[in-house]
């Protein structure tokens, strides 16, 4: 079964700190798309990052980075020296060939920066 | 910019009135969908569309209807909408080549209110 947790539901840091939110996902396919997703109080997901299961590389784009592990089933995002505009809710999400067109999204975490 | 609109952004219905939210994309996407998401909560998917052929999540309730008369545009009619339906109605697209695994592209949302 697929399945997305992401344990943390609310974390809080002080600007400029970095900060890791964590995603552990299942699924029995070998083939699968993970994404992240953010969603700032404005209600719109934004799309951040899709990676296959075949890639393993680590991705930095500015700020944020993402570590997948296959051997963890876990694909982290971090965000360095965070700032105030990163609030929002991130949603971790896996989509695979056995769920049709779903996409199983995790609970989400609420990031809070304070200046 | 090619995006994924949604109107309006606020509804407010009153009790078992119908209420229709639509969504209209200039991506050319085959793929169209539509997620509840209630506060604190994971984006559920309700229903989508591959080009014309409908797909009803087996858990949405008979209340919600979806029409998708050309590619561009999409509609979520609620039959009679009931307290617990109050939420915010997401619209997403995909290219739909790849199956799940495309990325969704979301719209801003519509929040929901019924009196």
């Known amino acids: 079964a697929q399945k997305v947790t992401q344990a943390q539901t609310e974390i809080s840091v002080v600007e400029k700190e970095d900060v890791t939110l964590d995603c552990v996902y299942e699924?029995?396919?070998?083939?699968?798309?993970l994404f992240w997703y953010k969603q700032p109080p404005s209600g719109e997901l934004v799309f951040l990052i899709r990676?296959?299961?075949?890639?393993?590389q680590n991705e930095i784009s500015g700020r944020y980075s993402w570590n997948f592990q296959k051997s963890t089933s876990s694909f982290n995002f971090t965000i360095t020296a965070s700032q105030v505009v990163d609030s929002a809710v991130y949603f971790c999400?896996?989509?695979?060939?056995?769920?049709?067109?779903?996409?199983?999204f995790g609970a989400g975490t609420r990031l809070f920066v304070k200046a | 910019d090619a995006m994924v609109i949604q109107n309006p952004r606020y509804q407010v219905t009153q009790f078992g009135k119908p209420v229709t939210l639509s969504c209209s994309q200039t991506?050319?996407?085959?793929?169209m969908y539509w997620y509840q998401q209630k506060s604190s909560q994971a984006p559920k998917l309700l229903f989508h569309?591959?080009?014309?052929?409908?797909?009803n999540e087996a858990d949405t309730p008979d209340n919600f209807q979806s029409r998708r008369p050309n590619t561009s545009f999409c509609f979520l009619d609620i039959r009679s909408p009931g307290l617990g339906d109050a939420a915010m109605y997401l619209c997403?697209?995909?290219?739909?080549?790849?199956?799940?695994?495309?990325?969704?592209?979301f719209g801003p949302g519509t929040r929901l209110t019924v009196l």
């Open positions: 569309y591959y080009d014309k052929d409908f797909n």
């Open positions: 990676r296959n299961s075949f890639d393993e």
């Open positions: 699924t029995r396919d070998t083939t699968y798309y």
């Open positions: 997403a697209t995909s290219l739909g080549t790849s199956g799940s695994t495309d990325t969704q592209y």
């Open positions: 999400a896996l989509s695979d060939n056995t769920g049709g067109f779903k996409t199983i």
């Open positions: 991506l050319n996407h085959n793929v």
